[in-house]
């Protein structure tokens, strides 16, 4: 069986033309790396003991999100650390529902997801949802800040591409 889909993955590749591939977004970098933790505590003190990564813990203020279409607000924890040039981030829900909320749940701490910064949240969620791409998470936060977490469920499995704007 799994050679079986091994030789169909292989037919698949042989038979695409890279060239040309018209990406949706076309991304160059990954700007930030998102780690779902349920104890921030916990989780600072372990990268700092065993990677030396020193983390800027805050909590944030309350914020209003759509998830999966239903209206919901929670309240985030984050660590911020620079590592070479990406932002690492470890995230927890202190209070309300958010998608890592339920990634922790379906799943356990681990990453979540990859990071993009835009310059226009709005144009490339437009040009995501025009190509048939759906929206999993859409975040306005109280200072400016938006996010929006991709839908790459299937594609992706538990990793999200989040588009941030900061």
Known sequence: MGKERD???????KNLEYGDMNP??????????????SDMDQAVAFMNQSF??????MEMPRAKAFLRGKKVEFIPRIGIARVGKIDLELIQILEGDHIVKESLYRN???LHHLGVYVDNLQTAVELWKKAGGKVVQETAHPDGVGTVYLDTENE????YIELIKL
């Not at 030789?7 to 590749?13: D, N």
């Not at 076309?26 to 933790?37: C, E, H, N, R, Y």
Request: one cysteine or more.
């Open 52 to 57: 030396g990564i020193e983390f800027l813990t």
């Open 156 to 159: 992706l499995g538990n990793c």
């Open 7 to 13: 030789r169909k993955r292989e037919a698949k590749c």
């Open 108 to 110: 356990g701490p681990g």
């Open 24 to 37: 949706i977004l076309s991304l160059t970098k990954f700007d930030q790396i998102g780690i779902a933790v």
